[in-house]
């Protein structure tokens, strides 16, 4: 059973010094790799910075060179990041609501029924990008017809399997988002780009720019991040029968198991922030204008605040994993996928008896000293009833 263990690339070096130093373009990222410095660094938002000048650099590998609108509200800082969540917040607790719920079980059972019916099907772009794009439709109210061009874009927005950083496919994406926000200016509707055109923050309407910084957080956020947490449960999944039929006899635990998945797999190995001041991270010097990056898939095996850490335990008590970030930049979209895993692991424990692999191409992410597993370029496997 090898296909769903991800190994943690970064034990020694967390337990050695605390920190490790990638290149990212030229531009140094020093890693806090333990989860107490991790969480530390995160409340720390005046010393590590998610605004500044130049926009995308927080994210590693860094996006300053393929974008110029700032992701609202990811890349502000207090208040101004406040204002901006406070605003945008109740529209992505939506899922929490019973007809959203209902909307996204059809969604996800259709997609199971259809894979069932097939002798194999491959996960990654056939299954976990179609769940992606069609549940989006969900959270930003538009049609269901938009989300088969956002199938066609691929599983990243701005990167494909054999480029980091693609500036085209992100104008693409720009592109697309100036065209839906004249729309939507011309004609109103009920979606999230009319809501936003319709808003104030700080009593000032929202601008152009402004709506289209928060819709390229949504569209780019949770997009491969989604997938991967989609394809790594099914591959888990498929390698833990006996999980399976758990979830099935038990479904109480699903919501610990949502959380233990996405502890064991982090669907987002880093990010970044700018360091504001001459400082230290785990007791190295940090210069004013360096990078940080929190690792949050280091943070979530670290064995003194996790007991068996490199072990999935679908009913873990105290997990306290930093997954979906954490304090002020906690992932906006975390409701929308914590109900999106909970109703695909109890669609697939309903639906299906067991699932097969039939081969995959694993995704390993290049970090110099580290190669991380992220998960899946492509995973052929069969749905049995």
């Known amino acids: ?70 992701q609202i509200p990811f890349e502000l800082d207090p208040p101004e990041h406040g204002s901006y969540r406070k605003l945008i917040e109740p529209w992505f607790k939506r899922p929490l609501q019973a007809d959203y719920q209902r909307k996204l079980k059809k969604i996800i059972d259709e997609l199971i029924d259809e894979a069932v019916s097939l002798d194999t099907i491959e996960v990654v772009e056939d299954f976990s990008l179609k769940l992606q794009s069609r549940a989006l439709t969900l959270l930003l109210n538009t049609p269901y017809e938009e989300s088969k061009l956002w199938i066609s874009w691929g599983t990243h927005v701005f990167r494909s399997k054999d480029t980091e950083l ?28 009319s809501f936003l055109l319709g808003s104030e923050v700080n009593g000032k309407p929202l601008t152009k720019e402004e709506v289209k910084g928060v819709l390229s957080l949504t569209f780019a956020g949770g997009r491969d991040t989604i ?80 007991e068996t850490p490199n072990d999935v335990v679908l009913d873990r008590k105290l997990n306290p994993h930093v997954g979906f970030g954490f304090s002020t930049h906690n992932c906006l979209g975390a ?25 995959k191409e694993e995704n390993i992410e290049d970090l110099q000293q580290f190669q991380r597993k992220v998960g899946f370029h492509s995973l052929n496997v069969s749905f049995n009833r």
């Open 335 to 359: 409701t929308h996928a914590r109900q999106l895993l909970a109703i695909l692991i109890g669609s697939l424990s309903e639906k299906t008896s067991s699932i097969d692999i039939i081969n």
């Open 227 to 306: 997938i991967n947490a989609v394809t790594n449960t099914v591959a888990y999944l498929a390698e833990h029968p006996e999980s399976l039929e758990r979830l099935k006899k038990e479904p109480e635990i699903t919501t610990k198991a949502v959380e233990e998945l996405v502890r064991y797999f982090s669907p987002l190995t880093q990010m970044g922030r700018v360091v504001t001041e001459d400082t230290q991270v785990c007791e190295h010097a940090a210069k004013a204008n360096s990078r940080i990056s929190l690792s949050w898939a280091s943070a979530n095996r670290d064995a003194s605040v996790f």
């Open 1 to 70: 059973m090898t296909t769903s263990t991800f190994p943690d690339p970064f034990e020694q070096a967390r337990l050695n010094e605390g920190t490790s130093t990638i290149d990212d373009q030229n531009d140094p990222v020093t890693m806090v790799l333990g989860l107490k410095d991790v969480r530390k660094c995160a409340h720390n938002w005046k010393t590590f910075q998610s605004g500044g000048e130049e926009v995308g650099r927080i994210v590693v590998p860094s996006e300053a060179a393929i974008r110029d609108t700032r």
């Open 166 to 193: 693609n500036k085209d496919k992100a104008d693409v994406l720009y592109d697309y988002l100036d065209e839906q926000i004249e729309k939507a200016i011309a004609t109103p509707g009920e979606d999230l780009y």
